[in-house]
């Protein structure tokens, strides 16, 4: 069962900016989708981006133009780079892997964005 870590999470100001990162226990980028999930208090967990298994890209559009959804494959990481944070952005961020075998989540990184 692969394993997923993310870190990159914390408080930031309005407008500012953060790198998420999702390590792997093993390779498997070219196995199945993968991207980052959000889930705000109250509110259900939603897709933030991510990459097909064919590699196409999806951002919701709330965050269109600002977050940036990369991936390292020789390093197994994920990445999110978001930028012009607001506070709607506020939420647990979650890497996930889906694949035929089901999906994989990590535990999850905070996001705080307040003045």
């Known amino acids: 069962q692969v394993q997923l870590v993310e870190s990159g999470g914390g408080l930031v100001q309005p407008g500012g900016s953060l790198r998420l990162s999702c390590a792997a226990s093993?390779?498997?980028?070219?196995?199945?989708?993968m991207g980052w999930y959000r889930q705000a208090p109250g509110k259900e967990r939603e897709l933030v981006a991510r990459f097909a298994r064919d590699g196409i890209v999806t951002y919701a559009d709330s965050v269109k133009g600002r977050f940036t959804i990369s991936r390292d494959k020789a390093r197994k990481t994920l990445f999110l780079q978001m930028n012009s944070l607001k506070p709607e952005d506020t939420a647990v961020y979650y890497c996930n892997h889906s694949s035929n075998w089901g999906p994989v989540w990590g535990r999850g990184t905070q996001v705080t964005v307040r003045s």
């Open positions: 093993r390779d498997i980028f070219a196995f199945g989708a």
